[in-house]
């Protein structure tokens, strides 16, 4: 993030608005219907702070700007379309050390204005840091649509109730699931109709019926997918903005993992090759303890938990212990990658089967049905083979597959570092030598790698090549 996104006081406190136009206007009145008491700087004023001066509604000084007229001032607006003006304002205020916004000039801001939907006490904010206004008007728009005015009721309601809940429940998680119940359900909705008297008695009749006990706690299995995180499902996003705990692995994407509620507390279950920051079966005792702490728990991992995720494994411990548990598939790697490297994992021309395989060997040793693999008109998926490409290779083309079978290597696919490494069996070890290739990687084997240079259609971030060969 460029700026802090926060929610600043300035009710009945001194602000200094530099300007007498249209513009500054607008900013004027923001600053008066968050209460503030504004003094506008300008030799003359436009007809619509004019008004406002008359009025009584802001205090006008004749006068061109000078510093020492940010004394005493919490937050100034440079709203001129003097450019050298504008700068003397950001220089004495950033001097004085006072928040300074400078009209459609983010350079010389340390704060910017958003575009709000006021809906108070809810209040929203949107922001591009002052790099595209209009886009932030626009999505704000779109927002004051989906938005009612009945969810500032609801939050008035809300704020009658918090001290009463506060009362009820000790722990601060379970405060928070008593009102997640509240805006989810037959309040929320009694208030969106109006029946704000209804709404009332439901939530003391909801509040009543509370013990107070701590929740019990759960655990969700949720698969993050490949990378990309519109590839997230409904639900897989529900859960992890409901969260307290999430336990993730290292394959899960930062972007992916950005969309988990931020208070949540995040724990890093490592599972990098040959070094898990907390072993499999100290995993699984955690999200028993977690559970039992009355905690709602995300288990977050890349792609899907029952996909080479160990996931079976997890909630056999979970059911021993009696925990409550969901499972949320996640789009796996073989299904992700493929489809934005534009390599069907099936085609009728091609291959009528498909098999995925981890590619993971311990201490080099080769454990796998090479037989049933090589197999004619058949898609190999192998997971997690970067470090044993060349075995892997070797022992299919050993087995039946010709050398010059097709192979492509997908490194962070979905995602905008995705690259697409194309070669054969016999050629695919050196080209993963020749280049710097990091997890997470997928390998896929078969006449469908031969579609890649017509199908491919998903074009990765700048600085990245999509293809090598």
Not at 26 to 41: P, S, T
Not at 218 to 239: C, I, K, Q, S, W
Not at 323 to 342: K, R
Request: hydrophobic residues 45%; glycine residues 8%.
């Amino acid at each position: 993030m460029e700026f802090l996104p926060i929610f600043l006081t300035v009710r009945n406190e001194p602000c200094l608005v530099i300007g007498g136009g249209d513009v500054a206007a607008r900013k004027a009145g923001i600053l008066l219907q968050a209460g503030a008491r504004v003094r506008v700087v300008a030799p003359e004023l436009g007809s619509n702070l004019a008004a406002m001066a008359a009025q009584g509604k802001v205090d006008h000084q004749a006068a061109v700007f000078e510093p020492g007229q940010i004394r005493d001032a919490v937050v100034v607006i440079a709203a001129t379309d003097d450019e050298e003006v504008n700068r003397a304002v950001a220089a004495a205020a950033r001097r004085q050390r006072v928040p300074v916004n400078v009209v459609d000039r983010p350079e010389l801001c340390t704060f910017v204005m958003p575009s709000i939907i006021d809906r108070s006490p809810l209040v929203l904010a949107v922001s591009t840091g002052g790099a595209a206004p209009v886009l932030a008007r626009q999505l704000r728009a779109r927002l004051e649509t989906l938005i009612p005015a009945s969810y500032g009721r609801l939050a008035v309601l809300m704020k009658e109730f918090r001290e009463k809940v506060r009362q009820r429940f000790r722990r601060v998680a379970d405060r928070r699931i008593f009102w997640e119940k509240v805006v989810e359900g037959v309040v929320a909705e009694q208030v969106y109709a109006g029946q704000e008297q209804a709404a009332r008695a439901s939530l003391q009749k909801m509040l009543d019926q509370e013990s107070g006990e701590p929740a019990r706690g759960e655990v969700y299995l949720v698969g993050g997918g490949p990378g990309d995180p519109d590839l997230l499902t409904f639900r897989a996003l529900r859960l992890m903005q409901s969260a307290d705990v999430v336990v993730y692995d290292r394959l899960v994407a930062p972007a992916v993992l950005d969309l988990v509620r931020r208070d949540a507390q995040r724990i890093y279950a490592g599972k990098e090759r040959d070094n898990h920051a907390i072993p499999q079966e100290g995993i699984n005792q955690l999200l028993v303890r977690l559970a039992k702490e009355g905690k709602r728990v995300v288990r977050l991992k890349g792609g899907d938990p029952f996909i080479f995720g160990r996931g079976g494994e997890e909630i056999e411990t979970l059911m021993a212990e009696g925990v409550t548990f969901q499972v949320v598939p996640g789009i796996t790697a073989a299904a992700g990658c493929a489809s934005y490297a534009g390599i069907p994992l099936t085609h009728r021309d091609y291959s009528q089967a498909v098999v995925f395989v981890t590619g993971h060997l311990q201490d080099g040793s080769v454990n796998l049905n090479w037989k049933a693999l090589a197999q004619p008109r058949q898609t190999i998926v192998f997971y997690m083979g970067l470090h044993g490409i060349a075995i892997l290779c070797r022992e299919l083309v050993a087995h039946g597959l010709a050398a010059d079978t097709p192979a492509a290597l997908v490194e962070q696919g979905t995602t905008p570092r995705q690259r697409v490494y194309v070669g054969t069996l016999g050629t695919l070890p050196d080209i993963v030598r020749n280049n710097d290739i990091h997890a997470p990687t997928l390998i896929i084997v078969g006449e469908v790698v031969r579609l890649h240079e017509k199908l491919a259609w998903f074009v990765p971030g700048a600085g990245a090549a999509d293809t090598v060969r």
